[in-house]
């Protein structure tokens, strides 16, 4: 694909924010991308509103304090690839010459703590197996015996992206950290302690995508292409992938959904891992952002030790991963966090990204992967 | 820390009502209720009658083994959302040898007290007093002797 571009960004910081609702930060991720395209006053012909508990009509609610409605609406839940999936239907309906200008933008409002989800059954909830950072630990368990992961690399994970927090505005915590406040930090869920993983919270994002090619003489930002914005969701039989099955098979060959949707990204993309210069990825916990390593092609099988290790994925090295800070920086807005990595990584392709820049990246992807199981893959070039 | 104060086995099953029907069997020996797809043959837990991997109807109800091997563990600390009973709790994956995965209560709460491959045999476990005084119990794995 290669006839979509990213015509305006825009982004209400991740945080809390008690005197704000979920619409009033909506309202100022749309109308700062919409100024930026040059489409202040509307001319949109479709809008698709990402939020996982947003609640009935989040994207009318947002679209009415403009005055800009009339054109469809529509609200896409897909867990923590909310963002993603509203990417890929915008996407493909300018790819399919239904429309030419989109408005795609994300909203949530997460109350504090575990996320109750609607997702789990009450015998479920009952028994103790509601316990979401539980799946999460077993995963990270999981993958410290198959590997080279230790606790230690998984400190190392929050001590980088906590350091590239440090310089981004629009994160929640901003504050470097060492590995030995980390694993001083109370234990969630062995091996996971509470600053492995990433603060459920509050933010927008929206991005408005034209057809390549469009008259930029009113300064928007056409130069950066939208080259695969793609979704899948799991094959049965994992009982570690988001799915969160009660049970599974015992086969070790089930592809991640990770795997599946950056497989087909990088074929729609037509370029490989190795042309990826910056990668935004979930880091829902510490352990999630290793094994993302792997299913996104960026190591051989087993070896995302090995890559962390070695400093490429820290800023300055061959592929920084998260210079954003990533959701352990940022916190996760579920319907928000897809569409404020494409944020940042539109302005990383630009230039733009400060103390955060990596030097002149040219090819860039951002992933998501939560609750269904979904997982979106975005590769951005310029 | 090992909690073996099963409702079953200790002729208390008139006061208790399992968290769901048809998970499991109680008494002496429990049970976790799985089916077996007639085409497939692949089993599922729980039980529903289109088999999750070929979507062949009738899946045939079976006893699934009451042994199996830890294959990852953790422990909850906190209590989750709509979770009534005691924490920590231990939270694990037993293999069970039907070629099968289940998430799974675990009765032993510290981690450094298991490890991949340990032995498991199923327990029948309280997790909570309901409103007519009935003890609520649920499944769980317990580490068990190799025998």
Same mark, same amino acid.
Request: charged share 15%; net charge negative; with cysteine.
């Given at each position: 694909m290669n006839d979509v571009e990213i015509a305006g960004v825009g982004i209400h910081p991740f945080g809390r924010f008690?005197?704000?609702?979920?619409?009033?930060?909506?309202?100022t991720a749309v109308r700062a991308a919409?100024? &930026? *395209? /040059?489409? $202040?006053? +509307? @001319?949109?012909?479709?809008?698709?509103? %990402?939020?996982?508990y947003g609640g009935?009509?989040?994207?009318?609610?947002?679209l009415s304090r403009l005055g800009m409605t009339g054109m469809p609406i529509v609200d896409? &839940? *897909? /867990?923590? $690839?909310? +963002? @993603?999936?509203?990417?890929?239907?915008? %996407?493909?309906?300018?790819?399919?010459?239904?429309?030419?200008?989109?408005?795609?933008f994300g909203v949530e409002k997460m109350p504090k703590g575990m996320i109750r989800s609607s997702f789990f059954e009450p015998w479920q909830e009952d028994s103790g197996l509601g316990a979401t950072p539980a799946y999460f630990a077993l995963r990270a368990q999981r993958l410290m015996q198959d590997s080279g992961v230790t606790k230690d690399h998984l400190a190392q994970v929050v001590v980088k992206n906590r350091r590239h927090g440090v310089h981004n505005p629009n994160a929640m915590f901003r504050a470097e950290v060492d590995a030995g406040s980390v694993l001083g930090s109370r234990i969630v869920c062995e091996p996971l302690h509470l600053w492995m993983l990433c603060t459920p919270n509050e933010g927008a994002a929206a991005v408005v995508l034209s057809r390549a090619g469009r008259d930029t003489s009113d300064g928007h930002r056409g130069r950066v292409r939208l080259r695969a914005a793609v979704l899948r969701s799991h094959l049965p039989g994992s009982v570690l992938n988001e799915s969160t099955p009660m049970s599974g098979l015992v086969d070790e060959a089930v592809p991640a959904p990770t795997t599946l949707a950056a497989t087909a990204a990088y074929e729609e993309a037509g370029i490989g891992p190795d042309d990826i210069d910056v990668v935004e990825c979930q880091d829902t916990d510490a352990a999630r952002e290793l094994l993302s390593y792997e299913e996104l092609g960026l190591c051989p099988r087993g070896d995302a030790a090995t890559l962390a290790d070695s400093g490429a994925t820290a800023l300055g090295g061959r592929i920084p991963v998260n210079p954003s800070g990533g959701l352990l920086s940022k916190g996760e807005p579920l319907g928000a966090s897809a569409l404020g990595q494409v944020v940042t990584l539109v302005q990383q392709l630009l230039g733009e990204s400060g103390h955060n820049q990596v030097v002149g990246a040219r090819a860039a992807l951002s992933h998501t992967v939560g609750r269904g199981a979904n997982a979106s893959v975005v590769v951005l070039t310029r | 820390m090992v909690r073996e104060e099963t409702a079953s086995g200790t002729g208390v099953t008139g006061a208790s009502v399992p968290v769901?029907?048809?998970?499991f069997t109680d008494g002496a020996s429990p049970r976790l209720?799985?089916?077996?797809?007639?085409?497939?043959g692949r089993h599922q837990f729980p039980r529903h009658d289109t088999c999750p991997y070929c979507a062949a109807p009738g899946a045939v109800e079976v006893e699934l083994s009451g042994t199996g091997r830890l294959w990852s563990w953790t422990s909850v600390t906190t209590a989750p959302p709509g979770y009534r009973g005691e924490v920590?709790?231990?939270?694990?994956?037993v293999e069970l040898p039907e070629g099968l995965r289940v998430i799974t209560r675990l009765t032993e709460s510290d981690p450094s007290r298991l490890s991949a491959?340990?032995?498991?045999?199923?327990?029948?476990?309280?997790?909570?007093?309901?409103?007519?005084?009935?003890?609520?119990?649920?499944y769980a794995f317990a580490p068990g002797d190799p025998r």
């Open positions: 008690e005197d704000r609702t979920v619409t009033d930060m909506g309202v919409l100024t &930026e *395209a /040059g489409l $202040a006053d +509307g @001319g949109f012909q479709a809008a698709f509103c %990402a939020t996982a009935v009509a989040s994207g009318h609610k947002v896409v &839940e *897909a /867990g923590c $690839a909310s +963002g @993603g999936a509203a990417l890929m239907l915008a %996407a493909g309906s300018i790819h399919a010459a239904v429309y030419d200008t989109v408005l795609v | 769901r029907k048809g998970l209720l799985g089916g077996r797809c007639g085409v497939c920590p709790y231990g939270f694990g994956v491959g340990l032995t498991m045999k199923l327990v029948v476990v309280p997790v909570r007093v309901d409103e007519d005084g009935r003890q609520v119990v649920t």
